[in-house]
């Protein structure tokens, strides 16, 4: 797998702002990558020195159109920290 199609894209929220300060980075990734393949992805596209990675699968939710149910697509998440001091330039609006 190429070290550019691991890392889908950042997700943004409150709560991931919030673990930036922390020097936590959250991102979608490939369904198939694991947590070297991640951390390996985040230290050649950034430049950066990633310390550690957790990785999780989120499930879809349950959602309605009209008369019809289904669920929403169900995703894998990394959240990846890295060493202290460090930052990513792109999230930081740089």
Known sequence: MQYDSILIEPVLSEKTNLMREEG???FRVDQRAD????????????????VSCSIMNVKGKPKRVRYRS???SS???????????????AFEGA
């Open 24 to 26: 936590k980075y959250v």
């Open 35 to 50: 947590k070297t393949q991640v951390l390996e992805a985040v230290r050649r596209m950034f430049n950066v020195h990633p």
């Open 70 to 72: 289904g669920y929403t």
């Open 75 to 89: 995703w894998k998440k990394a959240i990846v920290k890295l060493a202290k001091g460090e930052t990513i330039k």
